[in-house]
């Protein structure tokens, strides 16, 4: 059974040693890590836990005027495809309406199909595209919008 936990300093540390290999050029430091995890009033961040406590995966939120936007969604690969990346979206679009979000936004990889499925199978419709927003400018961003009225 997977939990869903509040993001804390020990879950930084347990996926520091995945972040480079599953975010590339994309890849947030620890110290960023940290500091959005201890931002509590426009941030949300939750672990996917196993039941003996090793992190699966982690994801998180800013949550401004209404506004939602989701930073970042990793799972480990070791762990993909059993439905833990959809559970802690669950977990922060619940916490974005707790909060009076009216509507949540993400940029994906134009290359990564597996997430841009996941999203589209969950509301998120594509209104655009960030061209070279990622790995230094070579890899496109679609944007996706969720209203969460």
Known sequence: MTRIVPMTAAHVD????????????????????LEEV????TRYYVAAESDDGDLLGWAGVMIVSGVV????VGV???????????LMLADLLAEARRREAREAFLEVRID???AR???RSEGFAEIGRRRGYYD??????????KSLE
């Open 112 to 114: 990564n199909d597996a």
């Open 14 to 33: 347990a996926l520091m040693p995945h972040e480079r290999e599953m975010f590339g050029t994309e890849a947030w430091s620890r110290q960023g890590y």
């Open 136 to 145: 230094g400018g070579r890899v496109d961003a679609v944007t996706m919008r």
């Open 38 to 41: 201890g931002e509590g009033g």
């Open 69 to 72: 936007e989701i930073l970042t």
């Open 76 to 86: 480990l690969p070791e762990a993909r495809r059993a439905g833990l990346a959809r």
């Open 117 to 119: 499925a996941l999203y």
